[in-house]
């Protein structure tokens, strides 16, 4: 089982509707979340953090954490083409949280169709 | 902003050549990776350093090897090229805490 886990896709959702991008991570002790945005032969991009379970807004993007579950998700409201990228999910484990290592998923790419 | 640096966008170096990528982050970050992004395998994580001198390996060291002399700056070196060091390498440097990376552009070096 991969440390943290992400539908590769694509996600294919037309313009205006609802994405929602999925991520579970499998150390229960596990405490900073975070997503990525990278576009096509660019860099990834923080977009969210999330800490705490519940639900963290900014803009169009909605970051929900449930650690009972062990899952993350991003939603993206109102979707754009320009939102089409690929999602990395990312997530701190307790024992690297001194050295700040993160884990990544595989990333999921989202298609946003006009 | 913070802003992390990486020396060159595109390289081409030819098998059994010494290669150094460098990074500079401006922020005064503690720690600092080096990644490579490989299509299908997603990020893979280098070597990371979390102090002046101080080096980890991370999941493929091997071939690599990195240098941090000084806090803001911290290289990656290929010691002998290989076809199949041909990648996107990408730098992030992040503040000790509960806090995100910031990456740099990436470096795509082709070896041939």
């Known amino acids: 089982q991969k440390e943290v886990e992400q539908n590769s896709g694509p996600l294919s959702v037309p313009e205006g509707a609802i994405a929602s991008l999925n991520c579970t991570y499998s150390?229960?002790?596990?405490?900073?979340f975070f997503w990525y945005r990278q576009y096509s032969g660019k860099s990834p991009e923080l977009i969210m953090s999330i800490y705490s379970n519940g639900d963290k807004e900014d803009g169009r993007f909605t970051a929900q954490l449930n650690k009972a579950s062990q899952y993350v998700s991003l939603l993206i409201r109102d979707s754009q083409p320009s939102d089409s990228a690929t999602y990395l999910c990312a997530v701190r484990r307790s024992v690297s949280s001194n050295t700040g290592k993160l884990i990544f998923g595989q990333g999921t790419t989202l298609q946003v169709k006009p | 902003d913070v802003k992390v640096t990486q020396s060159s966008r595109y390289l081409v170096k030819r098998t059994g050549e010494k290669v150094f990528l460098e990074c500079v982050q401006d922020?005064?970050?503690?720690?600092m990776f080096w990644y490579r992004q490989d299509p299908g395998l997603g990020l893979r994580l280098i070597y990371f350093?979390?102090?002046?001198?101080?080096?980890e390996k991370g999941d493929i060291p091997e071939g690599y090897s990195v240098s941090r002399e000084k806090k803001e700056r911290f290289s990656l070196i290929l010691e002998s090229a290989s076809t199949n060091q041909t990648s996107m390498y990408l730098c992030a440097s992040s503040s000790t805490g509960a806090y995100g990376y910031t990456f740099g552009s990436g470096t795509r070096l082709t070896v041939v």
């Open positions: 150390d229960r002790g596990s405490q900073s």
């Open positions: 922020m005064d970050h503690e720690n």
């Open positions: 350093s979390y102090d002046v001198k101080m080096k």
